[in-house]
């Protein structure tokens, strides 16, 4: 984040104020979503879509409950994005063998196909956005934030 962004992201805070972590990260999850999503627009693809795309790249599916848990989706945001994803082709539900009442998604072939394409998009972003930070590797952290 440059400082001209860190001044704009505070202008209404008294002068003198140091910014509040959570304000800072806010900020650059904004940035570097909305900058991802421009690289995945091309695709026609959203941040979300990606991510659904990703958590169940394993094979193994996900029961729609866990997965909204494990991406912090609500489960009516999930259900619209796996059903567009299915809409599509690149994704599909399926009842558990052992409890008819659970219902999992998984990544169809073509999904897997349209992932790797979306992935090399995701991973230049990521790789300008670390560049552009001139930072040594800022995971660490960021993985110990995102587990409190």
Same mark, same amino acid.
């Given at each position: @984040?440059?400082?001209?962004?860190?001044?704009?992201?505070?202008?209404?805070?008294?002068?003198?104020?140091?910014?509040?972590?959570?304000?800072?990260?806010?900020?650059?999850?904004?940035?570097?979503?909305?900058?991802?999503?421009?690289?995945?627009?091309?695709?026609?693809?959203?941040?979300?879509?990606?991510?659904?795309?990703?958590?169940?790249?394993?094979? $193994?599916?996900?029961? @729609?409950? $866990?997965?909204?848990?494990?991406?912090?989706?609500?489960?009516?945001?999930?259900?619209?994005?796996?059903?567009?994803?299915?809409?599509?082709?690149?994704?599909?539900?399926?009842?558990?063998?052992?409890?008819?009442?659970?219902?999992?998604?998984?990544?169809?072939?073509?999904?897997?196909?349209?992932?790797?394409?979306?992935?090399?998009?995701?991973?230049?972003?990521?790789?300008?956005?670390?560049?552009?930070?001139?930072?040594?590797?800022?995971?660490?952290?960021?993985?110990?934030?995102?587990?409190?």
């Amino acid at each position: @984040m440059t400082t001209k962004g860190a001044v704009a992201a505070h202008e209404a805070v008294p002068a003198g104020t140091p910014p509040l972590l959570v304000e800072l990260v806010a900020l650059a999850h904004r940035r570097l979503t909305s900058g991802l999503a421009a690289a995945l627009a091309e695709e026609d693809c959203t941040v979300d879509q990606w991510r659904v795309m990703r958590a169940l790249a394993d094979g $193994e599916g996900r029961a @729609m409950g $866990e997965l909204a848990q494990a991406l912090l989706i609500p489960q009516a945001s999930l259900s619209r994005l796996v059903d567009a994803l299915a809409d599509a082709g690149l994704a599909y539900r399926r009842q558990d063998d052992h409890d008819r009442r659970r219902i999992t998604a998984h990544l169809s072939r073509q999904g897997s196909t349209r992932l790797a394409r979306l992935d090399a998009l995701a991973a230049a972003h990521d790789t300008a956005v670390r560049t552009a930070c001139g930072l040594p590797d800022p995971t660490a952290p960021l993985t110990r934030l995102a587990t409190l």
